[in-house]
């Protein structure tokens, strides 16, 4: 026995004496884990095998880096005891020992930017992660998404940008630089919505390597990893140590902090700043950020939880705790105590109703009732700045946003982060923050006035502090979720209606127990039938309920898609709501106010406001299922107009027939509107262009007939001149003659000036009119270019009166001729250009036709399209016929059509264009 018991002592001696000097280690990694840690050229490269290397360096180890070929693969080989330690990650499975925390990095979630939908937390997504990592994370944060695991980066992105999965959830630095190294970092983009600072810890399976690597890590120093972080992280908002600072405390600063243990007075309930878990923890911003400072100083400390503030400063006062970590300074409380400096700064915000405008200055407060806690630090801060205030004093929180919700008070004044987190813990759906007071709170830290080392060692960590490691605790509560907790009245009701009849039930079952026992067989099968129905049902209820859920969200996806919003009323009720697509039209956050018929008038444009109230009264007596579509205007609340079309029809009907339920839906039609006023724009520019491409190509006519016409007076008046050179007195018939012929060509003079300015008269009035009439005004203002280009004009006219716009239908005729006399000016033939008309029932047909061999088939369907030309840029605009079109189709309320034909004249075969206008002759055509 005795031999036994030296032998297991010799071998425990040995043991320890070899795992004493241990100085040799192997490392697992993950290969495809860049810039942290990769494979490149067979040799491991990254971040976190430099920080390895060092530390192996500074403390004289040496270490085999073991490829683990995936994440999962390589940290089990640390569970199997096949190597020493992981590389690093943050400890999630309960076999993992971890070591102190050497780096932090950043996780995110990714979206790809094609995507542009808003991602919540409650929707329904495939999310793709690496490794097992942050499994458990996803699941809390998203309890309707479904996980898939990936084995390395290749596999997820290639899921990710084929859209197998909607989102992957990775380290922010690893994704982008994956991304940015196989060309695909511009299709994705990074989301708000899930962000995490995440340690980067030594894991093993055995504490004792742990603490050989704690103790080995003391040797390394901040400036040493800020160099190899440096090397690997270019970005400095990307880096974790350029805001990591040494702490140079003094010997006398030392020495205190390791004869001293600090008793710390902890609040009980101050949300969210400090309080007390179910654990018995210290939680909340303060207490995360007071463990970083604690820890940066080295400090050992106690923790004494009291049951009010009053408590606590008493504590403070007499020298029972040392100091507190949540508070401010006041010219009081430094009657026994010091502060430090403050470690963050937060707002004192105005809580008001969500339908309440935004508050821009604390002026807007004075005369109304402002309820605020009584001593509170937001009370006294606003009674030294703002006595004039009228303040409504509460004892909580609680009761001050009570106050507010049901009218006592126009809003509640504190600290910012103490509004939202119990806004939403408290769940007053009808509060928001509005505004802010213009008065900061600087966080602080109280300590006993006999303590000066303690304040000068805190103010030196807090200069050291990480401020991305502030912001990450400050986003994490003000984006913490609550669960609703559970009302058990209902059960315990439930469960004890359930025991009386069981009761009872057992009573008459134990008095016919021995008569029917075949009966109590069958209850019992039937019972069983009930539970595994009610298994099943409650089966399906679940799985109807998911099925729900994702209709839901996919109905809020194709109204964000569509932006179409909808809407129901409650007529019997008086109750209306809106989806966030309808909100979000009206230029409001979801939810922004409780929406109502007077609420609703209120954006709707005055000029639509009482056509808006008949068209509800209108469907509303509506005794069918019809549905009506009407338009109108709203102003939203930044004063910008949008033009909306409604569709509502009453969906459901008393016993009479009254209404009790509408629905609708609500369309934006802003773009719309803007593009047929940019087109109508267009269209007028356009018109102007074609008349004045129209006066150009008639200045030849103008000229030419002046020309003749100025030649006749030209000679009358030089023949009267040389009369009275040579004769020195004119024959009275001679002179008589001479004037008429003057007068008549300048009354002809006149006429031509008419007709021009007659044609380009903006004249929207119909008139009553032969078609002989426009036809040969047209032909007669292009005259002057028919003789020019000896082209023959055939007519064959019918009598017909018409009533339209007469200048319009002449502008039409114009651009068809005078394409007509430019193509017919090139040909060395006989010329022809025929006009017929034909009456058809109760429309006019207008057949204008050349011989010039007509349009090429390439271009003929597109001679309608605005500048669309065949001739020189110097010739032709190309607006023309599109503006004949347009006359035509949109003013005249006809059609014109063009087409190539082959007919015989003279008996000679002829080829040319005819154009064909169609207008109606009794009906209105403007």
């Known amino acids: ?17 070899l795992n004493a000097s241990k100085n040799h280690f192997k490392v697992s990694y993950d290969p495809d884990y860049a810039p942290f840690s990769y494979l ?15 530390w192996a360096e500074k403390n004289n180890y040496t270490i085999d880096f073991i490829n683990g070929k ?46 542009s939908r808003d991602f919540t937390q409650n929707a329904y997504y495939i999310i793709g992660i690496v490794g097992s990592d942050y499994k458990e994370l996803i699941k809390k944060n998203f309890p309707n998404s479904q996980i898939v695991v990936y084995e390395n980066y290749t596999d997820i992105i290639n899921d990710f940008t084929s859209n197998k999965v909607d989102l992957i959830y990775e380290d922010k630095l690893a994704i982008e630089y994956y991304t940015l190294q196989n060309r695909l970092f511009h299709k994705v983009r990074s989301l708000p919505l899930l962000k995490e600072l995440i340690s980067i810890q030594a894991i093993s399976s055995e504490q004792k390597l742990i603490d050989i690597f704690n103790e080995g890590l003391k040797n390394l120093t901040k400036e040493e990893l800020y160099d190899i972080e440096s090397k ?6 990307d880096q974790f140590y350029i805001d990591e600072k040494e702490i140079n405390l003094t010997e006398d ?50 923790y004494h939880f009291e049951e009010n503030f009053t408590k606590q400063l008493d504590s403070i006062k007499n020298k029972t705790n040392d100091l507190i970590y949540s508070t401010g300074n006041t010219a009081q409380r430094e009657n026994y105590s010091i502060f430090t400096k403050p470690y963050i700064n937060f707002p004192i915000s105005i809580v008001t109703l969500k339908d309440e405008n935004f508050i821009e200055s604390i002026n807007y407060l004075y005369g109304k009732e402002i309820a605020v806690g009584e001593n509170f630090t937001a009370h006294k801060m606003l009674k030294e700045k703002y006595p004039n205030l009228k303040f409504l004093l509460v004892k909580s929180i609680k009761e001050g946003l009570e106050k507010v919700s049901n009218g006592q008070a126009f809003a509640y004044i504190d600290i910012k982060p103490i509004l939202t987190y119990n806004i939403q813990k408290l769940e007053f759906d009808d509060l928001k923050i509005s505004g802010n007071t213009g008065l900061n709170f600087p966080l602080r830290i109280m300590i006993r006035d006999d303590f000066p080392q303690l304040q000068s060692i805190l103010n030196k960590a807090i200069s050291s502090i990480n401020k991305k490691e502030l912001e990450f605790i400050i986003e994490k509560w003000n984006n913490i979720r609550f669960e609703n907790n559970l009302d058990y009245t209902g059960l315990w009701v439930l469960l004890a209606a359930s025991t009386i009849i069981f009761i009872i039930l057992l009573y008459i ?9 075949t009966l109590k067989d069958i209850v019992e099968d039937r019972t069983k039938e009930l539970k595994e129905l009610n298994t099943e049902l409650g089966e399906r209820v679940n799985t109807k309920t998911k099925e729900l859920k994702r209709a839901n969200y996919l109905l809020d996806e194709a109204q964000k898609i569509a932006h179409l919003g909808s809407f129901h009323y409650h007529i019997e009720n008086d109750e209306l709501f809106w989806s966030d ?48 579509t009407f338009e109108y205007k709203i102003i939203t609340k930044d004063k910008s107009i949008k033009y909306i079309q409604s569709t509502a029809k009453i969906t459901k009907f008393d016993s009479k027939n009254n209404p009790l339920l509408m629905i609708g839906t609500i369309l934006d039609l802003t773009k719309v509107k803007q593009l047929e006023t940019e087109k109508r724009e267009k269209d007028t520019i356009l018109a102007q262009q074609s008349k004045m491409a129209a006066m150009g190509e008639m200045l030849e006519n103008i000229a030419h007939q002046w020309r003749q016409t100025l030649s006749v007076i030209s000679t009358a008046s030089t023949g009267l001149q040389l009369q009275l050179e040579f004769n020195k007195n004119i024959p009275d018939e001679l002179l008589k003659e001479s004037v008429v012929s003057i007068n008549e060509q300048a009354q002809y003079l006149s006429r031509t000036i008419d007709d021009f300015r007659n044609f380009f008269h903006q004249n929207k009035e119909k008139a009553k009119f032969n078609i002989k009439n426009p036809i040969e005004k047209a032909l007669y203002l292009t005259s002057s270019r028919i003789k020019k280009h000896d082209i023959n004009i055939v007519k064959n006219i019918e009598e017909t009166t018409i009533t339209t716009l007469e200048n319009e239908l002449i502008q039409v005729f114009l651009n068809i001729f005078n394409n007509a006399i430019d193509v017919l000016g090139e040909k060395n033939y006989k ?27 390439r271009i003929i369907n597109r001679i309608f399209e605005p500048y669309f030309t065949t001739k020189h840029k110097y010739q032709g605009t190309g607006i023309g016929l599109y503006m004949s079109n347009e006359i035509v189709s949109k003013h005249l309320s006809g059609e014109l059509k063009v087409h190539n034909v082959i007919y015989n004249y003279e008996e000679s075969n002829l080829k040319g264009a005819q154009f064909i206008i169609t207008i109606p002759i009794h009906k209105e055509t403007l």
Not at 588 to 598: F, G, Q
Not at 834 to 855: M, P, Q
């Open 232 to 237: 690997w992280i270019i970005n400095e908002k």
């Open 40 to 54: 490149e050229n067979n040799i491991p490269q990254g971040l976190l095998i430099d920080y390895w290397k060092l």
């Open 581 to 628: 697509e309808h909100y979000k039209i009206f230029g409001l956050h979801p939810k922004e106010i409780i929406p109502s018929i007077r609420k609703f008038l209120s954006y709707v444009h005055h000029d639509d406001r009482k056509n808006m109230k008949n068209q509800f009264k209108k469907v509303q007596s509506i005794k069918n299922y019809n549905k009506i």
């Open 509 to 517: 079952n134990q008095i016919n127990i021995r008569k029917n026992k």
């Open 70 to 115: 995936f994440w999962d693969d390589a940290i089990n080989l640390a569970k199997r005891k096949k190597i020493d330690f992981f590389l690093g990650t943050e400890a999630y499975e309960n076999w993992m020992k971890a070591s102190n925390s050497f780096y932090k990095t950043q996780t995110s979630l990714f979206a790809l930017k094609e995507n």
């Open 1 to 17: 026995m005795i031999k036994i018991r030296s032998l297991l002592l010799f071998i425990l001696i040995f043991t320890s004496i």
């Open 831 to 857: 010329k022809y250009i025929f006009i017929t008309t034909k009456v058809f029932k109760n429309e006019l047909r207008i057949y204008i036709k050349d011989n010039a061999e007509g349009i090429p088939k």
């Open 253 to 302: 600063e030392k020495e205190f902090i390791k004869n001293n243990v600090i008793n710390v007075s902890v609040s009980k309930d101050w949300k969210p700043f400090t309080f007390r878990s179910p654990n018995n923890q210290a939680i909340g911003i303060s207490s995360e950020i007071w463990e970083l400072l604690s820890n940066k100083a080295g400090l050992k400390v106690s």
